[in-house]
């Protein structure tokens, strides 16, 4: 039952939310018809400044006569540029480099003299990315005058910044009156997205250079919040307002449901008002809609693509009575078939986290409980996982839990399989598939071959939940019983490490000690790891003196090799190895003190 329970439960990311390709030089998004495009000369002088962009620059005057210069080039042909391939890249990439003056310049020539040219460019192929990087700049409208006293604030500063703010309402206006066009648009709908994040003062902060795409895959975007005039409050309002009066075009297109999905994230973090109004409009306007006989129309949306999407972020940033309304009016008695759905149950867990604050989480507990095994049958394991981690919240029902788990996996009963619960859950395997038993009727079980530890997305989260439970015993003693070997494939293991992590971290003292007594030959091979170098200095952080004493004896002798490496070199360093080689005792009296301000600490929070 268990074991391809990790080829499901994984949920492609929306194509349209995370980005939007670039096409390829002279493709055309409207029925084929080709638009103008630069000629040849033009186009190499474009190249020519995309190169010197990769320089980068050295001195702020050289940049700024540079961006002048180029910017004067594009003057009087702004839109072509924008919407030709190797003109749109150049101009995406230097805007950031203008001053607040100079991207409101460029965004007036793009609007023309009404601002009704901005569509055209907005649901561009290029021209969208353009559009996206000069709103993107109005962020920096506060920056330009916060880097200056008071005092030094010219009118002419005040008056640039004003021309960018100008320039955003302008594009407000016309999105307004284009919101369903904007919306629907693949391309317009990024614009509209980037523009309400600059109305309520944030934006994701980008990541530099190559890494930024694998660090996106990896992790949500930082959001990074900045200052807004008052101007952009109430765009945002009046923005809000249009979407919600086309709510039945944003809740049938993938494009305009993601743009509704990103005002509620946005008005969560900085207008929790507005977002609790805009939630309880969703989920009016889907809960209002004709179904078959006393079926729900919410039951439909939770099984859509898209919709689902929508709904999940409801969920998120919904507050308690409008969870338990829709809890009493639709879903009781419906979990465990949405639980169950291939679309539905990424809602479910929305709703699971959601709820984990308030009693409404004892009935959905309840209620998924009835069908646990058949979840995990299904292979969704996200459910499993989300009632896990919202569980520790709710100390009466972690016993429960963790028997069914227990049960789940086949290693209930007798009581010594339990010693072997740790590498199931990591694996998401039932105790014969990974032990390879085959048990006659009334007849001992007995271990065979054993397949190698290994460890899954689900299975490392399932441990790392379980290690928030009051009592983890259980788990602890399977820890315990497990290989030096294994210990270390956990160790060095990306998703093995960080299940390691929150079993040592979160044990006793004298728990953590007898771990670490049974990892001490492998400390220098954690550290030359990637992510065993992290788990080890997570372990540093939470050890005792006695312990970290213990760490650093079994590292120096091996400085040489700590020192050249690439990743136990900082561990060397944030160790204090030197001064612990050198100045034992200076050493001993700073963890001393550490350990004292963190105990200090700890006593206060709890």
Not at 143 to 163: F, I, K, L, R, Y
Not at 165 to 177: F, K, N, T
Not at 407 to 416: D, G, K, L, M, R
Not at 494 to 520: C, E, H, N, W
């Amino acid at each position: 039952m268990l074991e391809k329970m990790e080829a499901k439960g994984q949920r492609s990311v929306k194509g349209g939310q995370k980005g939007h390709k670039r096409p390829v030089q002279g493709s055309s998004g409207d029925g084929g018809k080709k638009k103008p495009r630069l000629d040849g000369t033009t186009v190499g002088y474009f190249r020519r400044v995309s190169d010197r962009l990769k320089e980068g620059f050295t001195e702020e005057e050289e940049k700024g006569v540079f961006v002048h210069n180029v910017l004067s080039e594009v003057k009087g042909k702004a839109a072509l540029v924008a919407m030709d391939m190797t003109g749109s890249l150049v101009l995406e990439k230097l805007l950031p480099l203008a001053t607040p003056a100079q991207v409101a310049e460029v965004l007036a020539e793009l609007g023309g003299e009404t601002g009704s040219e901005f569509r055209g460019v907005a649901c561009d192929q290029c021209g969208g990315h353009v559009m996206e990087s000069a709103v993107r700049q109005a962020h920096r409208w506060t920056e330009e005058n916060s880097a200056q006293e008071e005092s030094d604030v010219t009118e002419a500063d005040e008056e640039h910044c004003g021309m960018l703010e100008a320039q955003v309402q302008r594009l407000c206006g016309v999105v307004r009156e284009n919101i369903v066009q904007f919306a629907k648009d693949p391309y317009g709908s990024h614009v509209l997205r980037t523009l309400v994040q600059v109305l309520s003062g944030c934006l994701p902060r980008e990541s530099p250079g190559a890494q930024k795409a694998k660090k996106n895959k990896i992790c949500e975007s930082e959001m990074m919040d900045f200052e807004i005039p008052a101007s952009f409050w109430w765009e945002l309002k009046h923005l809000a307002d249009c979407l919600m009066e086309n709510v039945n075009v944003c809740v049938s297109n993938t494009s305009a449901c993601a743009a509704l999905q990103t005002l509620l994230t946005v008005c969560h973090r900085k207008r929790p008002i507005l977002c609790k109004k805009l939630n309880k409009g969703i989920m009016g306007y889907l809960t209002s809609l004709s179904s078959a006989p006393g079926v729900s129309p919410l039951l439909v949306f939770m099984k859509d693509p898209s919709d689902s999407h929508l709904l999940q972020t409801v969920f998120k940033f919904s507050h308690k009575a409008l969870l338990r309304d829709v809890y009493r009016n639709h879903l009781r008695s419906q979990l465990m078939p949405l639980a169950l759905h291939p679309i539905a149950h990424f809602p479910i867990q929305s709703l699971i986290a959601a709820s984990a604050p308030f009693r409404l989480f004892l009935k959905v507990f309840d209620e998924l409980m009835e069908g646990f095994e058949a979840i995990l049958a299904a292979g969704n394991l996200g459910v499993v996982v989300q009632m896990v981690e919202s569980c520790a919240q709710w100390e009466e029902r972690q016993s429960e839990l963790l028997q069914r788990l227990l049960q789940a996996f086949h290693c209930s009963e007798p009581a010594s399989l339990q010693v072997s619960c740790l590498p199931l859950f990591l694996s998401v395997l039932a105790h014969e598939v990974y032990y390879n038993t085959e048990a006659a009727e009334g007849a001992a079980v007995t271990q065979s071959s054993q397949q190698p530890l290994s460890v899954c997305y689900h299975g490392s989260r399932l441990v790392q939940a379980l290690a928030g439970f009051k009592d983890r015993s259980v788990l602890m003693n399977s820890l315990h019983e497990l290989s030096s070997a294994d210990l270390l494939t956990l160790g060095t293991d990306p998703m093995g490490s960080r299940a390691l992590q929150a079993l040592v971290t979160s044990a006793s003292d004298k728990g953590r000690g007898k771990i670490l007594r049974k990892m001490q030959d492998m400390y220098v091979e954690l550290a030359c790891s990637a992510c065993g170098s992290r788990l080890l200095e997570a372990v540093w952080s939470s050890a005792t003196v006695s312990q970290r004493q213990s760490i650093a004896e079994r590292l120096v002798p091996s400085e040489s090799r700590l020192r050249s490496h690439q990743f136990a070199r900082h561990t060397w360093a944030k160790f204090g190895l030197t001064s612990f080689l050198k100045r034992r005792g200076d050493w001993l009296e700073a963890q001393t003190g550490e350990s004292k301000k963190r105990k200090m600490f700890r006593d206060i929070l709890e």
